[in-house]
Nanobody
Framework: QVQLVESGGGLVQAGGSLRLSCAASGRTLRSYTMGWFRQAPAKERELVAQITKSDSTSYADSVKGRFTISRDNAKNAVYLQMNSLKPEDTAVYIC??????????WGQGTQVTVSS
């Protein structure tokens, strides 16, 4: 299994930006589809962004045009650039990996809070 550790969360005002990082160890991420999920109180866990091992990307409608997922295989890391943040983006953001077709490896999460 791969171990995933997120960083980069924090408090930011609406309209601001944050860049989340997901550092992996134990396995090479070249073998994984990687995703960023978010979990907010009273809301379902949501897949925000995904990048496949062939570098195809996809995004939830709520973040399209504002968030960008990327990977750096040399650093064994995945990133989520978040721009034009809105209060509704407030959540715990979780990095996850899927070696097959479903996500099975999860990070601990990092809190993102967007104030209005």
């Amino acid at each position: 299994q791969v171990q995933l550790v997120e960083s980069g969360g924090g408090l930011v005002q609406a309209g601001g930006s944050l860049r989340l990082s997901c550092a992996a160890s134990g396995r090479t991420l070249r073998s994984y589809t990687m995703g960023w999920f978010r979990q907010a109180p009273a809301k379902e866990r949501e897949l925000v962004a995904q990048i496949t091992k062939s570098d195809s990307t996809s995004y939830a409608d709520s973040v399209k045009g504002r968030f960008t997922i990327s990977r750096d295989n040399a650093k064994n890391a995945v990133y989520l650039q978040m721009n034009s943040l809105k209060p509704e983006d407030t959540a715990v953001y979780i990095c996850a990996g899927a070696i097959a077709l479903t996500y099975g490896d999860w990070g601990q999460g990092t809190q993102v809070t967007v104030s209005s």
